[in-house]
């Protein structure tokens, strides 16, 4: 069964919403963002800011999709210092 990666930006964003909704937000509604320190402001969605994240080329992530074409996982990439900011740590 062979899978292929792809990156997370404009073009997969409907993928990457099929698979977060699928998966009833990832977290129970996260998509996958809700960690980040910068997403805790009044008024704004998860799925909103990580849109946005995307449609700015800011996302840092791929999906894996199958032969179908369907998403089946995504992952976060970056360096050791991207993900410590990233994630509201100091690197």
């Known amino acids: ?3 292929t990666v ?4 404009t073009l ?5 919403v099929e698979l977060v909704e699928r998966n009833n937000g990832i ?3 996260c998509w996958c963002i ?3 320190p910068d997403c805790g402001q009044p008024g704004i969605g998860h799925r909103a800011f990580k849109e946005r ?3 700015m080329d800011q996302a840092h992530a791929a999906l894996v999709l199958d032969e ?3 998403a089946q996982g995504w992952w976060q ?3 050791p210092d991207w993900q410590a900011r990233a994630d509201g740590e100091t690197p």
Not at 6 to 9: A, E, G, S
């Open 6 to 9: 792809r990156q997370l930006n």
């Open 1 to 3: 069964m062979p899978h």
């Open 34 to 36: 809700g960690y980040r």
């Open 77 to 79: 990439y970056g360096s």
């Open 68 to 70: 179908d074409g369907i």
């Open 53 to 55: 994240r995307v449609r």
């Open 27 to 29: 977290f129970g509604g």
């Open 12 to 16: 997969t964003w409907d993928t990457f």
